[in-house]
């Protein structure tokens, strides 16, 4: 009987098939007309070869290149070539990440874990993913054996690739330059600096392959703090490095407790950190696997939110060393488990960061309820400030934020107050809400300004109805910038997004209403793409440390002045610059006074601190124009129509669960009534206008619109008079491709960028 081999194929590269086709074409087995040759070939166990995990979308499939499998019989062996590297048994163990779902960003075992190039699988092929494994996972091996040599230094020195941040540049924004780092010329990071911390061996080789070569402010003065039992309340601004101020002082007791000579026998998770967004609990999740990804041996890892699946979360939390969640989903899973509340209760740390956000005028009650759980508390028991503290589960309580003023919170609408609190006001509102085991530490490092040193602020006057023509000019004058859009509601990113989309610009949504996955991949492509644009709500204000926003623009003024804040902390991160620029109709003009008071009130004694005004030519707006309502006519259409069959769904299924008979012309008729006067009759007859528009009508109105975008905007510059000598003749000779202005280079805003 002649013996059949069977090989395992990638598809090619090329556009990316569906997923059901991806995992056929992975499976298909396809048997050579001849028994291939195994000369130069040794047979390996199947336990040995570099198998490489293609993510949880494809079903948990593994592939590996480079090896033949021959079938003779019963037996199946698996060839490779003579000089071919295998993993051996221990190394094959090793941690590789706490994510088995890139995209929904889970914990899971080192076994099961995937690459982070698999984070949005449709837009790579799998080819291209399973090649750059293989050549990284080359890579790792040629500098093992070079260790091994002495030819190279270990891998303290040796895996710090990344070129050295400065002391305030400590945002992990050296980890994208990581992973995409190729073989070349080794740097080392002296971490000298970080000595007088008194940090361990182990923990100093992490952060140099980190590449931090000393600590920021906050990091300096928190962790001899957290290190020697204290509480801490910690308040830095934006960028600052917040995320490893607390991640190095956990990780270091977890290597105490488990790789000293005197070993703890584990009773629950050590830590469990709040955040108050589901992008920063993911990201804090991300920072800590990377800083213990440099570590011998490390702690599980576990991100609990919404939007996952729960059984899963519950069987990650069985093992999880570090808790990281939201505190709706995390109360979820504990609520009704007493086991898992015991356990919980043994917790020698809770984190909460961005503290004011959650706990902001009785925001998130499941956060309190987590609190009372950790406290052993009743949570129908009247509360008693009598408690002894000696009656607690012993723990350390580290709070975190950029602001802390409960006067920043106060609505801009509102009365203003404009002295800023002490102290002793910000401890006293923190402690009504966390039950601090002992006097906390207060460590401010930046008391005179709330907003980071890089930071250029500027604003726009314009009418309440010209936003969208001063947006889309504003993003024209500066090209080639990654920016954040923010707005104060979730229809104005569902009405801007298409709106900006139709004007050939790329732009993302975020906001709290999208499915778990589709706010991951938007943050993902965001951060991919140079020019990007991301339209959000203030989900996406908080903690999330995005590499080169070069500016924040706020479509609508914030409601609070905290909110500006975190905002715009979002861009000139650590010594990095920034811009951010409010657009402020009439009627915002008082609120924006009051924002620049209490933001700089520490800053600027004078109340009357105002925000730089930026003039916008107005012949550039109006040369905008007619594409801006073009392309708004379109997006409204289509919001409209998309709003119609969604009402009609609704109501066609609630006449069919009434027992009654449905008729959509009687209900428009019937609704048609409240156009005719009172509150939002103009915005239900605009909604009926934009309904009513015809394909055929959508698609002349297309096709206007891309002959407009086709032409570039003349701003009064004669092409066949060009003797005046205020015309740059070279400039209107040249085809600048992407140019939208047609003469002059300097038509944006001067703010220093």
């Not at 300096?220 to 290190?227: S, Y």
């Not at 519950?314 to 939201?326: M, P, W």
């Not at 915005?683 to 009926?688: A, D, G, I, L, Y």
Request: hydrophobic letters at 40%; one cysteine or more; proline letters at 5%.
């Amino acid at each position: 009987m002649v013996s059949q081999s069977t090989k395992r194929k990638l598809p090619s590269a090329g556009p990316t098939p569906k997923r059901s086709k991806t995992v056929s074409a992975l499976s298909k087995s396809k048997p050579p007309k001849s028994k291939p040759s195994t000369t130069g070939r040794k047979a390996v166990d199947a336990s040995s070869l570099a198998w490489k995990s293609v993510g949880e979308e494809f079903g948990g499939l593994e592939v590996i290149e480079g090896v033949e499998v021959i079938k003779n019989g019963d037996a199946v062996q698996f060839l490779v070539s003579k000089d071919e590297q295998v993993i051996s048994e221990d190394e094959g163990g090793s941690f590789e990440g706490f994510s088995d779902d890139p995209v929904e960003g889970e914990s899971v075992d080192a076994d099961e874990a995937g690459d982070s190039q698999d984070i949005v699988a449709d837009e790579e092929p799998v080819a291209a993913i399973a090649s750059k494994d293989a050549t990284k996972q080359g890579q790792k091996e040629k500098q093992k054996r070079a260790v091994a040599d002495g030819k190279q230094p270990g891998p303290a020195a040796a895996n710090a690739k990344v070129p050295k941040p400065s002391a305030q540049g400590n945002s992990f924004q050296a980890l994208e330059a990581m992973v995409d780092a190729e073989a070349g010329e080794e740097v080392e990071t002296d971490v000298a600096a970080w000595a007088p911390l008194k940090l361990s061996s182990p923990m100093l080789s992490a952060i140099a392959e980190l590449g931090f070569a000393q600590p920021t402010a906050i990091q300096q003065k928190t962790i001899p703090e957290i290190l020697a039992g204290e509480d801490v309340i910690g308040k830095a601004q934006t960028g600052s490095g917040k995320t490893l101020a607390f991640g190095i002082p956990m990780v270091e007791k977890w290597l105490e407790m488990h790789e000293g000579e005197e070993k703890i026998e584990r009773e629950g998770p050590l830590a469990v950190i709040l955040s108050p967004t589901r992008e920063l609990a993911k990201q804090l999740g991300d920072h800590l696997q990377a800083l213990c990804s440099g570590l011998p041996s490390a702690p599980y890892v576990c991100v609990i939110t919404g939007g996952l699946s729960i059984q899963k979360q519950q069987r990650q939390l069985e093992k999880a060393d570090i808790v990281i969640g939201t505190p709706g989903r995390l109360w979820e899973v504990l609520d009704g488990d007493a086991a898992l509340q015991e356990k919980f209760t043994n917790i020698k740390f809770l984190v909460v960061d961005e503290a004011d956000r959650l706990f902001k005028a009785g925001q998130f009650k499941e956060a309190e309820d987590i609190i009372g759980a950790l406290d052993r508390k009743d949570p129908e028991a009247e509360d008693d400030e009598d408690d002894e503290v000696g009656d607690l589960p012993p723990r350390q309580t580290l709070v975190f934020s950029a602001t802390f003023d409960k006067n920043l919170q106060t609505k801009l609408a509102g009365k203003a107050k404009l002295a800023a609190g002490s102290d002793e006001e910000k401890l006293g509102y923190l402690m009504k809400c966390l039950k601090f085991r002992r006097e906390p530490k207060f460590i401010d490092v930046n008391p005179v300004s709330q907003m980071a040193e890089g930071l250029k602020e500027g604003l726009i006057e314009c009418g309440a109805m010209e936003k969208d023509l001063f947006l889309y000019a504003v993003l024209l004058l500066n090209p080639g910038r990654r920016t954040l859009v923010f707005t104060n509601s979730i229809s104005a990113v569902r009405r801007l997004t298409p709106l900006l989309q139709n004007l050939n610009l790329t732009v993302l949504p975020l906001h709290s209403q999208m499915i778990q996955k589709a706010r991951l991949r938007s943050l993902e492509r965001f951060a991919a793409s140079r020019n990007s644009i991301l339209v959000a709500t203030d989900v996406a204000a908080r903690g999330l440390d995005i590499k080169e926003v070069d500016q924040v623009l706020h479509y609508h003024v914030p409601r609070a002045a905290d909110a500006y804040i975190h905002r715009s902390g979002r861009t000139a991160r650590g010594d990095s610059k920034g811009v951010s620029i409010m657009l402020c109709a009439p009627d915002e003009v008082i609120p924006t006074r009051r924002l620049a008071a209490k933001v700089h009130a520490q800053q600027h004694r004078s109340k009357n601190h105002s925000i730089q005004t930026l003039p916008v030519d107005r012949h550039i707006a109006s040369r905008l124009k007619p594409r801006v309502d073009m392309a708004k006519r379109l997006a409204d259409a289509v919001l409209a129509k998309e709003k119609a069959h969604s009402d009609g769904a609704w109501l066609r299924n609630a006449a069919e669960e009434l027992g009654v008979e449905y008729d959509s012309d009687d209900f428009d008729e019937a609704a048609g009534g409240g156009m005719r006067g009172g509150r939002g009759g103009g915005r239900k007859r605009k909604e009926k206008e934009a309904r009513a528009l015809t394909k055929a009508e959508m698609g002349a109105l297309r096709a206007q619109l891309r002959e407009e975008l086709a032409k570039r905007v003349n701003l009064g510059v004669s092409e066949r008079y060009i003797t005046g000598g205020r015309v740059d003749v070279g400039a209107l000779l040249r085809d600048r491709e992407g140019t939208v202005f047609l003469g002059g280079e300097n038509l944006g805003l001067d703010l220093g960028m």
